[in-house]
């Protein structure tokens, strides 16, 4: 199809998502093609009893300050539909719900025909007060060779559909999008979509580019952009006490070639790998990738196509459970915030700067800003001339007060209660060297997070890295780390700074903390399940930790298997040599799954499926893996 000719654009052309569901409230979230009026009709089952509520958002007013508008382009509008229950829910309830145009009666089902299932008449999303089972994963990387693990949720829920069986929610624990390793090919979407939509256009300071326009048009454009990325050069002094001197990029990333730059190509990336409305725009074979690269592009476009064709699962999923977000770095750039050098050489250079900050802004938008609206409120209200109908204004202001913003972290008041760690900016800097990585939250997060869950009897704690890792993959990290090489190995894990390693044992430790903990983590891109205890104490917490990653991602396969072996042989859990690490007083005993005696690491694309029993003593895990087959962890 030819982009060119300005195609009629449906209304819809991302979501909608169940981005938050309690007892006295329901958001929704999508994306339309124009400034409307949205109706959101909610009916209400319980108990033998059903009841409606309407909330109707107008089409003149932007309500920037309740979060309910935002224009990022001529041709698309962010939209929250945050309804607060007139009569609070308080047990097991099955909730409707439509979505209605202006006073077009034509229901989602219509505009959507993929969204229901088995020819129900609306999306349908189950609350409970109680959290009996959820799904959990990350790293969700569209051109991995791999079908996508949400197709597995689809399947689930779809098996699931007129009962109450469903999870209660699904949590997505970072780096839901690669903005630093995209395929040429969705880079090639991602350049139609932007002029289909008309995306903000930006100009960029201290780039080879100076504008979109200049970017697009660049030959280095697809497969070439780590030259035109930002390197230290811009700060002599960081380079010389951080780099040695060497020349070496801001942006880490091995797979920077097609790293995302400006905000529109953000945008944009998060609506073709979220719905696959956009995609029936888009010609893949209408690029001007050169001539070297045209196998690579060959390649990836299989992979696209097959992680485009399975977007209707995905876009189905989010329409029926609630679905909660924290970043990490990929949502990003790679090593974002490892360490003190890094950030110094990041943060000095405007373009860098931007380039960050931009996603950062994506992030807000399309993850951050559907967990909690209220937490965002303020900062809308304050600053509501950012949105226009033409353009971004004041976009460096913008990213120095997201920049600046320390409320990303978020919790609900489930049971257990859930809280979700920011380990990405709240970073416990080394003061011995700006090459030593940074702790994963420092000491005045760390405190909050103890005064969250102290007197709780159990709690959920999401961190996008496992707090408990594979040892021996941590000592090599250590290795590289001493000798200045934390950026070549992504020495990124809990033990790796003294001071947040220390806390975070210390608060497991504390008398008032909960009975039963439970760690969400991904990031590694292959799952484990470990049970902790406080050796030689009376009533000490059980804690099990619960690794699920990724969603659409794997691990070298033969590398993993010999760090497994590694694990095994110099740190297996009677091992002497765990008496010289940090996690000295943990017994850490790794789960095996069923069938598998020697094997605690699975290397497959999937996501979690965890059962709490009443008492949380011992959760049940199971992976459903892209490849149709479960993994149970006994």
């Not at 089952?45 to 300050?65: A, F, I, M």
């Not at 959990?136 to 990387?141: I, L, V």
């Not at 997201?402 to 919790?411: G, I, M, N, R």
Request: aromatic content about 10%.
């Amino acid at each position: 199809m030819d982009v060119s000719q300005s195609p009629t654009l449906p209304d819809i052309i991302c979501g909608p998502m169940v981005r938050r569901l309690t007892t006295s409230e329901m958001v929704i979230w999508l994306v339309t093609s124009k400034p409307c009026k949205l109706t959101l009709n909610v009916t209400f089952r319980n108990t033998g009893e059903e009841y409606e509520q309407t909330l109707v958002s107008s089409q003149s007013d932007d309500h920037l300050s309740d979060c309910q508008q935002i224009q990022i382009g001529e041709h698309a509008f962010v939209r929250l539909l945050h309804i607060n229950f007139e009569r609070p829910i308080k047990q097991l309830c099955e909730l409707e719900y439509d979505v209605l145009i202006d006073d077009d009666k034509t229901p989602l089902k219509e505009r959507l025909h993929h969204l229901v299932y088995n020819d129900e008449a609306r999306p349908k999303v189950v609350f409970k007060d109680h959290i009996d089972s959820l799904l959990h994963g990350s790293c969700r990387k569209p051109h991995f060779s791999s079908k996508d693990a949400l197709v597995r949720v689809d399947e689930l829920i779809a098996s699931h559909s007129d009962d109450y069986a469903r999870p209660a929610l699904m949590m997505m624990a970072g780096d839901q999008i690669y903005a630093d390793d995209v395929a040429g090919p969705l880079l090639v979407a991602i350049h139609q979509i932007i002029p289909l939509l008309g995306l903000f256009p930006e100009e960029l300071e201290g780039a080879l580019v100076n504008n979109t326009d200049e970017l697009m048009a660049h030959p280095f454009n697809y497969y070439q952009r780590a030259e035109l990325l930002p390197d230290e050069d811009y700060n002599e002094v960081v380079e010389k006490r951080f780099f040695k001197g060497k020349r070496k990029p801001i942006f880490t990333s091995a797979h920077a070639k097609n790293h995302l730059i400006t905000s529109a190509e953000v945008f944009a990336m998060y609506m073709l790998t979220w719905s696959p409305v956009l995609w029936r725009f888009v010609d893949l074979d209408k690029h001007n990738v050169p001539e070297k690269y045209q196998e690579l592009y060959a390649k990836e476009k299989q992979h696209i196509e097959e992680f485009r064709d399975d977007l209707p699962h995905a876009q189905r999923v989010f329409a029926h459970l609630p679905v909660y977000m924290i970043f990490d770095d990929h949502d990003v750039t790679d090593d974002w915030n490892l360490t003190r050098g890094w950030e110094e050489a990041a943060y000095n250079n405007p373009y860098s700067r931007r380039i960050i900050g931009n996603a950062l802004l994506g992030y807000l938008i399309f993850q951050g800003l559907g967990n909690n609206p209220k937490c965002f409120a303020p900062l809308f209200r304050d600053h509501a001339n950012w949105f226009t109908e033409t353009s971004l204004q004041g976009h460096d202001e913008l990213i120095s007060t997201l920049l600046d913003w320390d409320d990303w972290q978020f919790e609900l008041d489930t049971t257990p209660k859930l809280i979700a760690l920011d380990t990405r900016t709240h970073r416990w800097r080394s003061e011995d060297s700006m090459s030593q990585p940074s702790g994963l939250m420092d000491w005045e997060s760390l405190n909050h997070l103890q005064q969250t869950i102290i007197n709780e009897p159990k709690v959920i704690i999401v961190s996008a890295a496992p707090i408990f890792g594979v040892k021996v993959i941590e000592v090599i990290q250590r290795i590289f780390t001493f000798f200045g090489g934390a950026l070549v190995v992504d020495a990124e894990n809990w033990m790796a700074h003294k001071g947040t390693a220390s806390v975070i044992l210390s608060i497991f430790q504390h008398k008032k903390s909960p009975n039963d903990i439970i760690i969400l983590s991904g990031d590694v891109h292959y799952s484990f399940v470990y049970d902790v205890k406080l050796r030689f104490k009376q009533g000490a917490p059980r804690i099990q930790q619960i690794t699920c990653s990724g969603i659409k991602n794997s691990f070298p396969e033969k590398l993993l298997r010999i760090m497994e072996k590694l694990n095994r042989w110099f740190y297996g859990r009677m091992s002497v040599l765990n008496w010289f690490t940090r996690r000295r007083k943990m017994s850490i005993r790794a789960r095996h799954p069923k069938g598998h005696k020697l094997q605690t690491l699975v290397n497959k694309s999937a996501i979690g499926l965890i059962q709490l029993t009443p008492d949380t003593s011992k959760a049940e895990v199971k992976l459903l893996c892209h490849d149709g087959t479960d993994v149970d962890f006994s």
